[in-house]
């Protein structure tokens, strides 16, 4: 008899969640979508960009042509100050 396992394998990087991830979606966000630890939507994306180094930049611009469509973020902005504020799904970071 063979090792039976109830988890579903991925070849990674996966397909879905690197277009995902090109249309601007955050790795938190992609992660509570698909319903796994957002460590292996990180493993999954770090494979994807050394497959192709254009996948940041590709992300960094979708993600603020969301942000700039959404508009401020009730949450208000990212605490640590940072530009990684799209990341975790805060707002625009003000001027």
Not at 15 to 24: D, I, K, S, T
Request: charged fraction near 25%; aromatic fraction near 6%.
């Amino acid at each position: 008899m063979g090792f039976i396992t109830d988890r579903r394998v991925r070849r990674a990087p996966d397909a879905e969640w690197v277009l995902m991830y090109r249309l601007g979606l955050s790795r938190q966000r992609i992660a509570a979508l698909v319903r796994v630890h957002p460590a292996v939507v990180g493993y999954h994306r770090v494979i994807a960009r050394r497959r192709d180094p254009g996948l940041e930049t590709e992300h960094h611009a979708a993600a603020a042509v969301t942000a700039a469509k959404a508009g401020p973020s009730p949450r208000g902005p990212c605490p640590s100050g940072g530009d990684h504020h799209l990341d975790y799904g805060w707002g625009p970071v003000p001027a």
